[in-house]
Structures are given as structure tokens and as C-alpha cells.
């Protein structure tokens, strides 16, 4: 797959697309491309592996709220929420306020980019920095860009890395791709 374009840069998807709950958004964010204009360049990735965090969830950042940390996750529909964890950084895409999913993993359009196999390693092998949080992924430096034509066929898990709620199919992933994260999810979805 090639690299966006300068005039594909210019043509995001419109922000209120990203406007539905955490599930729906994470699966429709499979097969969509973010693309980060850094200053040595144009980075992107393949979005293959979501997670959902949805409103009421006690896994979710907003469980308890609006807090400083998680301010831009109540944002409005396609805006950047970056977090820190264990001294990684991770990238979620904000639906509705106080949903977002998870950008666990991509597969590189750019080349040379480091393994974007897991959410720190996402944002590792874009550039994307703290400073970006909140940025509209519309209008800012970081886009999300339409994916390319074709059928996607996505299977289902349970999420990685937390501690509540961990029995909810809330990880989506598109079936086959290598560059799934680890563990690798078993059960596609009958239908889709």
C-alpha cells in the first residue's frame, strides 16, 4: 500500500463520521489510515487493531469523569487522546464524549518506519508526542485518512493490558494481518 498523498493529506475524513459509540467506532476506524505530517515528513500506517472503551465501562479512562489527564477523551468526535502508561505513550480516537478507541497496532505505508505492532509502538513509529493530545484529527497535523477500497473481514477478542472488565469482546481486528499485536485474536465475527 502506498503512502498518502500531499492531496490525500488534504482530504481527511470528516470528524463527525467518528460520532457513535466506542464499538462501532473502533471497528469502523479497521482499514483506515493515520497519517502523521512530520517535519522531516509525511508517516502513516494502516489501522488494523482497535480496542473500545466505552461509556460506563470501568476499564475506560472517563469512568470517573472528566479529569486533566483525560480531558481530551470529552472532546468533541475526532479528536487525538493521548495517554502515558508505564512510560509509553498510546493514541486513541474520541467518538462520542467520553468514548474513544484504542489504536492498538498498524501496518507501515511509510517506509522505515519502526514496528507499529502494539499501541506504544504506534505512536513510536509515527513521531506522535504528548503535545498532539487533543489535536483534531480532521484539521491538525495527525489525519485520518479514508481507507482503501475492499472488503474487510474482522474478528473479535477480549482486551489486552487491563484489569477490569477484561471478559468484554471489545478488541477488533482485521483477520490475518501480521501485524496484529500479540495475543492474536480467534474468533471473526459471523457475517461481516
Known amino acids: 500500500m502506498p503512502v498518502p498523498s500531499r492531496a490525500e493529506f488534504a482530504r481527511p475524513v470528516p470528524a463527525r463520521r467518528w460520532d457513535r459509540p466506542a ?3 473502533a471497528r469502523a476506524l479497521l482499514g483506515v489510515r493515520l497519517a502523521y505530517r512530520a517535519k522531516d515528513g509525511l508517516r502513516a500506517v494502516r489501522i488494523v487493531e482497535t480496542e473500545a472503551y466505552g461509556w460506563g465501562d470501568p476499564a475506560s479512562h472517563a469512568f470517573l469523569g472528566p479529569t486533566v489527564r ?3 477523551m ?3 468526535p475526532g479528536t487525538l487522546y493521548l495517554y502515558r502508561i508505564h512510560q509509553v505513550l498510546c493514541a486513541n480516537v ?4 467520553g468514548e474513544a478507541a484504542l489504536l492498538r497496532a498498524g501496518e507501515p505505508l511509510s517506509e522505515g518506519l519502526l514496528s507499529p505492532s502494539g499501541p506504544g509502538r504506534l505512536c513510536r513509529a509515527l513521531g506522535l508526542t504528548q503535545e498532539l493530545d ?8 495527525v489525519r485520518l485518512l479514508p481507507r482503501l477500497p475492499g472488503d474487510l473481514e474482522v474478528e473479535t ?3 489486552v493490558g ?11 481486528a482485521i483477520v490475518g494481518n501480521r501485524w496484529v499485536s500479540r495475543p492474536r485474536l480467534t474468533s471473526p465475527e459471523e457475517g461481516r
Open 74 to 76: 470529552f472532546g468533541p
Open 157 to 159: 477478542g477480549v482486551r
Open 23 to 25: 464499538a462501532e467506532l
Open 134 to 141: 487533543g489535536s483534531s484529527l480532521e484539521r491538525s497535523s
Open 94 to 97: 474520541v467518538g462520542r464524549a
Open 70 to 72: 483525560n480531558r481530551s
Open 162 to 172: 487491563i484489569s477490569r472488565a477484561r471478559a468484554r469482546p471489545l478488541r477488533f
